[in-house]
């Protein structure tokens, strides 16, 4: 666990144990902390419960199978070798029933081979459903990517053109890498989402982890449609999370591997 993190113009910030509340050590996490400028989370009451995911072994990245057109054709815009089927726009009530983990690092990341990522190539996981589930999905795959190495590749590839990312490279590049290792899901859980706002070029989604400590942390992250997949959106000043916030249990989040969107399905 990291004792200390860097500030976005180069100082270094408290030690985290003097911060108030809890401060995530997930590599999910890392590079929105860092980027958004140490973001302090917000206590926030009304959540309740302890529903737990159930989730399935998880699975290496490179054991995503690449379904779609064949290569070098490309569908509605979409990239060669990418085809999805995006008819559901429906708003996720429940975990897919298809859903599989993935590993990166110490992160475990959902995934469905229905919704994405479809394509796998190193940190790149990319050809997702043009719906709802799959830019929730992008967003975990995208997100977990920013904090070690592998972050400048990703970014040009998975991050949406514009001032925000402008400004998240020149913060970015300012902070150390920070590679994760020991077993998945050593450094937080991710247990679910809420999807906030939704059309077929934007998703606004609540995403819900569990930090070691067991504290229930929210992030708020935003997807657009851009040259025929999800990428993720900063914001204008380079923060990939809108919004920090500490909550009191999983009411009102879609849990994932749970059997429906109950948060006391277990």
Same mark, same amino acid.
């Given at each position: 666990?990291?004792?200390?993190?860097?500030?976005?113009?180069?100082?270094?910030?408290?030690?985290?144990?003097?911060?108030?509340?809890?401060?995530?050590?997930?590599?999910?996490?890392?590079?929105?902390?860092?980027?958004?400028?140490?973001?302090? %989370?917000?206590?926030?009451?009304?959540?309740? &419960?302890? /529903?737990? %995911?159930?989730?399935?072994?998880?699975?290496?990245?490179?054991?995503?199978?690449?379904? /779609?057109?064949?290569?070098?054709?490309?569908?509605? !815009?979409?990239?060669?070798?990418?085809?999805?089927?995006?008819?559901?726009?429906?708003?996720?009530?429940?975990?897919?029933?298809? +859903?599989?983990?993935?590993?990166?690092?110490?992160?475990?990341? %959902?995934?469905?081979?229905?919704?994405?990522?479809?394509?796998?190539?190193?940190?790149?996981?990319?050809?997702?459903?043009?719906?709802?589930?799959?830019?929730?999905?992008?967003?975990?795959? *995208?997100?977990?990517?920013? !904090?070690?190495?592998?972050?400048? $590749? $990703?970014? #040009?590839?998975?991050?949406?053109?514009?001032?925000?990312?402008?400004?998240? *490279?020149?913060?970015?590049?300012?902070?150390?890498?920070?590679?994760?290792?020991?077993?998945?899901?050593?450094?937080?859980?991710?247990?679910?989402?809420? $999807? +906030?706002?939704?059309?077929?070029?934007?998703?606004?989604?609540? $995403?819900?982890?569990?930090?070691?400590?067991?504290?229930?942390v929210t992030l708020t992250v935003s997807t657009v449609w851009?040259?025929?997949?999800?990428? +993720?959106?900063?914001?204008?000043?380079?923060? *990939?999370? #809108?919004? *920090?916030?500490?909550?009191?249990?999983?009411?009102?989040?879609?849990?994932?591997?749970?059997?429906? &969107?109950?948060?006391?399905?277990?």
């Amino acid at each position: 666990m990291l004792s200390k993190v860097r500030e976005a113009d180069g100082t270094m910030a408290r030690t985290l144990g003097h911060r108030r509340g809890p401060l995530v050590p997930a590599a999910f996490l890392l590079s929105m902390l860092l980027v958004g400028g140490c973001a302090q %989370p917000a206590e926030v009451d009304g959540a309740k &419960g302890s /529903g737990q %995911p159930q989730p399935s072994a998880p699975t290496a990245a490179g054991s995503a199978s690449a379904t /779609g057109s064949a290569a070098g054709q490309t569908t509605q !815009g979409r990239p060669a070798g990418c085809s999805t089927n995006d008819t559901d726009q429906t708003v996720p009530t429940r975990s897919p029933a298809d +859903l599989k983990w993935m590993t990166y690092q110490t992160s475990l990341l %959902p995934a469905s081979p229905t919704a994405g990522p479809l394509k796998v190539e190193g940190p790149v996981w990319s050809c997702f459903a043009r719906t709802p589930l799959g830019a929730v999905l992008a967003l975990h795959a *995208i997100s977990a990517k920013l !904090g070690g190495s592998d972050w400048n $590749v $990703v970014t #040009e590839k998975q991050l949406a053109r514009g001032p925000g990312r402008d400004q998240f *490279i020149a913060r970015r590049s300012k902070n150390a890498d920070n590679n994760k290792t020991g077993a998945p899901g050593s450094d937080g859980t991710h247990l679910g989402f809420r $999807v +906030l706002t939704a059309t077929k070029d934007q998703v606004t989604t609540m $995403v819900l982890m569990r930090t070691t400590d067991g504290t229930y942390v929210t992030l708020t992250v935003s997807t657009v449609w851009e040259d025929g997949d999800w990428k +993720l959106r900063p914001t204008l000043t380079g923060s *990939i999370t #809108e919004g *920090i916030t500490t909550v009191s249990g999983t009411d009102g989040f879609v849990l994932w591997g749970a059997g429906n &969107g109950s948060p006391s399905a277990s």
